[in-house]
Structures are given as structure tokens and as C-alpha cells.
């Protein structure tokens, strides 16, 4: 199982970026995909979260409302629209991802067996 995300960058606060996280695979061999993010001296917080049942997407309180997660199973891709982006964002963002997570989980990253690199989000003052 491979998982591989991009799309990290700098941007001012105010701005968007744009993560993508490519499975091996289809998206849908996994029961769900998750994304993870970890600041510095912090640990890794959940952010988002999308199963393969139903396909609805869940959201820590922190990003609800600035941060969408979709899946498109045919480029086997899972991203994470964020915007509005604060300085608080920063961190590097993970995805994960887990074949029999159920619901009461999606939140907790122990959870998950299988991570990508991160990559690194920056927002500026």
C-alpha cells in the first residue's frame, strides 16, 4: 500500500492550497482515507475524513467550513481543498488510510495502518 501527498506550499493567510493524496490502488479498496496534520512540538490532529461508504467527508471543528475533502476513484486521488488558511494551519499534513476503520475511529490516527510522506504547509501573517 502506497500513499503519496503533494501539493504543500507557502501562501499568506487569507489564501488556499490545494493536497492531494494519490493511493495505490483505487480509493475505494480502503474503507477510509483520512488527512492528518502535525505542527511543530504538537501532536498529529485529525483534520478530515472520508469513507468509502456513503462517501461523506468529516471535519475537525477547526477546519469545518474552510477546509472540503472529495475523492475521484477513477485518478485514484483524495484531496483536500483548503481555504480562508490561517496561520494555524501550519503543519505537515498527512494522509492515511485504513481498510476496516469504523466510524467511531475515523478521528483517532492510531487508527489508520497506512500513512504517506507529508507535506508541508506554511501560512503566513
Known amino acids: 500500500v502506497q500513499l503519496q501527498a503533494s501539493g504543500g506550499g507557502s501562501v499568506q493567510a487569507g489564501g488556499s492550497l490545494r493536497l492531494s493524496c494519490v493511493a495505490s490502488?483505487?480509493?475505494?479498496?480502503?474503507?477510509?482515507i483520512g488527512w492528518f496534520r502535525q505542527a511543530p512540538g504538537l501532536e498529529r490532529e485529525f483534520v478530515a475524513a472520508i469513507r468509502r461508504s456513503g462517501g461523506t467527508a468529516y471535519y475537525a471543528d477547526s477546519v469545518k467550513g474552510r477546509f472540503t475533502m472529495s475523492r475521484d476513484n477513477n485518478k485514484k486521488t483524495v484531496d483536500l481543498q483548503m481555504n480562508s488558511l490561517k496561520p494555524e494551519d501550519t503543519a505537515v499534513y498527512y494522509c492515511a488510510a485504513d481498510s476496516t476503520l469504523i466510524l467511531s475511529s475515523i478521528r483517532i490516527a492510531t487508527a489508520y495502518d497506512y500513512w504517506g510522506q507529508g507535506t508541508e504547509v506554511t501560512v503566513s501573517s
Open positions: 490502488g483505487s480509493t475505494l479498496d480502503y474503507d477510509a
